[in-house]
């Protein structure tokens, strides 16, 4: 895999990333990895869906790793598994984005290896990336860069268009469980 994606042409835009077959990460000596992510979980998160196309067929891998980076150029990140099947597919084609609302559990339970929780995914074909229907927002992105990030790829997107559903509130994940927002919290 380090391979590929050394070869990978957007590592043009990654100026400063460090090889990938160069760095490996090393955790504090003490580190225990699960306490590690337990405590990691402590920060509550909304969740979103990466999708993308591959063979004529549309796919997805449940994400809470997005954040922002840029506005100019308009970037978002996200921190994809080494071993993700979906992250080849995402450092070299358009994908998108999509945020997950609260009634989308079963949307975001079936791309994250439960392929029986969700009912159809109803997909919008449009000029970008496949997105899915009824997601609270989306950003329709361009693979920009991939850094290394130890057992995980940072993965830039470029923005190249990008929605939102106002009347839609948003799943959230914390401490292992799913979430929503409690009644008035939020400033609609
Ligand atoms: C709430 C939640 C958040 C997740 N966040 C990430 C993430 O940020 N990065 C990642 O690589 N996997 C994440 N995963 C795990 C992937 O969704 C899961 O491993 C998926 O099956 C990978 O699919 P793939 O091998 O087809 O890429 C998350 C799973 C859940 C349930």
Redesign the pocket.
């Known amino acids: 895999m380090t391979e590929l994606m050394w070869n990978s042409e957007i590592y043009e835009n990654a100026a400063d990333a460090r090889t990938l077959g160069s760095a490996v990460a090393t955790p504090a000596p003490h580190a225990d990895p699960r306490q590690l992510r337990n405590t990691l979980g402590n920060f509550a998160t909304g969740?979103t869906v990466l999708t993308y196309e591959s063979g004529d067929t549309y796919?997805g891998?449940?994400?809470?790793?997005f954040t922002s980076v840029s506005l100019d150029p308009p970037l978002v990140l996200?921190?994809?598994?080494r071993?993700?099947?979906?992250?080849t597919y995402l450092l070299e084609r358009p994908f998108a984005i999509n945020i997950m609302g609260d009634d989308q559990l079963t949307t975001?339970l079936q791309?994250?290896?439960k392929p029986d929780a969700g009912a159809p995914i109803e997909w919008v074909i449009d000029d970008g990336a496949p997105r899915i229907n009824g997601s609270l927002a989306y950003f329709q992105c361009t693979p920009w860069a991939g850094y290394d990030g130890g057992d995980?790829v940072l993965l830039l997107g470029k923005v190249a268009s990008y929605g939102q559903q106002d009347d839609t509130r948003p799943l959230l994940?914390y401490r292992g469980t799913w979430g929503a927002l409690a009644d008035g919290s939020d400033n609609r």
């Not at 891998?61 to 790793?65: E, F, R």
């Not at 996200?78 to 598994?81: D, L, P, R």
């Not at 071993?83 to 992250?87: K, V």
């Open positions: 969740v796919h891998v449940t994400v809470n790793s996200v921190s994809m598994m071993t993700s099947r979906a992250l975001a791309f994250a290896g995980h994940f």
